[in-house]
């Protein structure tokens, strides 16, 4: 580790920070349909998309309709997604004249990309025509990130509320994010992306000549529009199979750092949102407290573990001089342009945030710094999370550690002066629990059949990691892999796009039972026993929850794959 390491993680975290106030605000203000300085040039494309739509902005759901109306959006995304794939090769803008996508991948990418994953078992620039890449994909980065915002706007009503039925208009909410929120922020980022020399076209793929006299052909196309909402939407998916470590997708620092700040934004900003929806900022502030040191302690992790050098490869020197085989640590799948420090950096927003995109390769980092990742991402991704889930995520863990300081003082537990009875408790738990069903089900599976096994690049304690860690991926609507496993595969594009579906929509049912049981209740006013929900005892409490969830339920699955893999690794043995 280094002083210029650190220096840089302090730069980014410094950034993130100081967009969350005003950002924040500034949703607040939007979903709550108050006047901003971008309502004279978007108001009246808001009430044009109402009237073409039928919807009726005045109108509230109840959380029932709020409900099926978000399912009923997420299953039309799906099958979008899918007929534009099936039908690309007679559709235009195709320069490159890109055949239909068979069946097995074309359902997994339309899954993926309907519930923000945006896991791809191809390579894009391969696969996919323009057209898809922009009717399908990218419009998915949109609307698939808004679905998500506006569910933690749903709860979080739910908490600001007093004996309500209703917790806003799905539509509205749907609309709102995208027109106020993403598509602004996208065509700023776009147009900086633009500027750093990425690549915003409709031409056909350029055929160069090498020096030996071979062909190369050298992908492009709107890849910069395509960026922008990929990171700010926490999709992860990217134009090229490289995806961020292409130098079309990121070319220099400057865009890294500007990627790396896209990822974390809305979501940590959504902290601030919340604070002034329920009318008392530092509520916010706490949560953001909880995200921030399980930020920290990750990163650190992370980057501790890659600067380590290998004890096989010192072994291996004639010497026996440590670092004499890699002087500053592990750079094996990272870009010397980034270096291990914003590889680590990239690794931890990335699967902290439901983004998914990388610019290292995480099958190649260190067993425990790949430990780091899976972890992220086990705990529910509620460290930022992504756009909207991972507040509302991180919200249920909230419920579900106030019940635990209820049961300790021996009162009944509440937050922000909703009373947290059985019901709310129940569905909390049980939505926290559906994700491990899922991973650990799924990873047992593809372990002991055929057609999991035959993917594998690496045996023993990594090919384990390598499969834990897809289904882990899948299920957190992550999108990121080790990506020895060959994943597109019958098998693991359907079961893959199974999980998918679980994490995002499984989630969605308990969670919006819970708001709206929250939205029907009374707000009790604080006593001198209410426990306090702004300070470090909170942030304690919250944190330690988490972990101990996290790992009762995942530490036996993560000793068979990392943890014994690094014991390997100090016994000079690598897989």
Same mark, same amino acid.
């Given at each position: ?226 960026? =922008? ?289 929250? =939205? ?56």
């Amino acid at each position: 580790m280094t002083f210029n390491g650190w220096l840089q993680i302090a730069i980014f975290a410094v950034l993130v920070t100081a967009t969350v106030k005003p950002l924040g605000l500034f949703m607040a203000r939007v979903f709550a349909g108050e006047r901003t300085f971008l309502t004279p040039a978007l108001r009246p494309v808001e009430r044009a998309i109402y009237t073409l739509c039928g919807v009726h902005e005045e109108q509230e759901q109840h959380w029932t309709v709020y409900t099926v109306a978000a399912l009923f959006f997420g299953f039309a995304s799906f099958l979008a997604v899918y007929a534009l794939q099936r039908l690309q090769a007679v559709l235009p803008l195709n320069p490159h004249a890109m055949g239909a996508v068979s069946a097995d991948s074309s359902f997994n990418t339309a899954v993926s990309f309907a519930t923000n994953t945006n896991w791809q078992g191809y390579g894009g620039e391969s696969t996919m025509s323009y057209l898809t890449q922009m009717a399908a994909l990218t419009v998915q980065n949109f609307v698939s990130a808004a679905a998500g915002i506006a569910l933690a706007v749903a709860f979080i009503r739910a908490f600001a509320r007093k004996s309500a039925n209703t917790v806003g208009n799905f539509w509205v909410d749907l609309t709102r994010c995208t027109l106020y929120v993403l598509l602004p922020l996208s065509v700023v980022v776009a147009l900086a992306m633009i500027w750093q020399g990425l690549p915003q076209n409709l031409n056909d793929y350029t055929i160069a000549s090498t020096l030996e006299g071979a062909k190369q052909t050298i992908a492009q196309g709107p890849v910069a529009s395509q960026l =922008a909402i990929k990171q700010l939407g926490t999709n992860g998916g990217g134009f090229f199979n490289a995806n961020s470590a292409h130098p079309f997708e990121n070319p220099n620092a400057i865009t890294n750092l500007l990627e790396l700040w896209a990822i974390l934004a809305i979501s940590a900003a959504l902290t601030c949102t919340f604070g002034k929806m329920v009318g008392n900022t530092r509520q916010g502030w706490a949560v953001f407290a909880v995200m921030g040191v399980l930020w920290l302690a990750g990163q650190g992790a992370c980057y501790w573990a890659e600067t380590q050098p290998s004890p096989v490869l010192a072994r291996l020197h004639v010497d026996q001089t440590p670092n004499a085989l890699q002087p500053g640590g592990n750079m094996e799948g990272k870009e010397v342009r980034f270096g291990i420090a914003n590889s680590t950096i990239w690794a931890n927003a990335t699967t902290e945030a439901s983004n998914g995109s990388v610019n290292a390769m995480h099958d190649s980092f260190t067993p425990l710094g790949g430990l780091v990742p899976i972890v992220n991402i086990q705990l529910g991704e509620i460290i930022w999370g992504g756009v909207g889930s991972g507040l509302y995520g991180m919200l249920l863990f909230i419920i579900v550690g106030m019940f635990v300081a209820g049961l300790m003082v021996g009162r009944t537990p509440e937050y922000l002066g909703k009373k947290l009875e059985a019901k709310e408790v129940k569905m909390a738990m049980l939505a926290i629990l559906i994700s491990p069903l899922s991973i650990l089900g799924f990873a047992a599976l593809a372990c002991v059949l055929p057609a999991g096994l035959s993917s594998l690049n690496n045996a023993g304690p990594h090919g384990f990691s390598e499969i834990l860690y897809a289904y882990t991926s899948a299920t957190g609507n992550n999108g990121s892999a080790f990506a020895g496993l060959n994943a597109n595969t019958p098998f693991y594009n359907i079961t893959l796009g199974i999980a998918m579906l679980i994490g995002r929509f499984l989630w969605i049912v308990p969670m919006m039972a819970v708001a709206g049981s929250l =939205a029907a209740k009374k707000i009790v006013p604080a006593s001198a026993g209410t426990f306090p929900t702004t300070g470090p005892l909170f942030v304690g409490l919250i944190i330690g929850v988490i972990l101990i969830v996290g790992g009762l339920t995942y530490f036996p699955a993560l000793a068979l794959g990392p943890v014994v893999e690094h014991l390997a690794m100090l016994g000079h043995s690598l897989y």
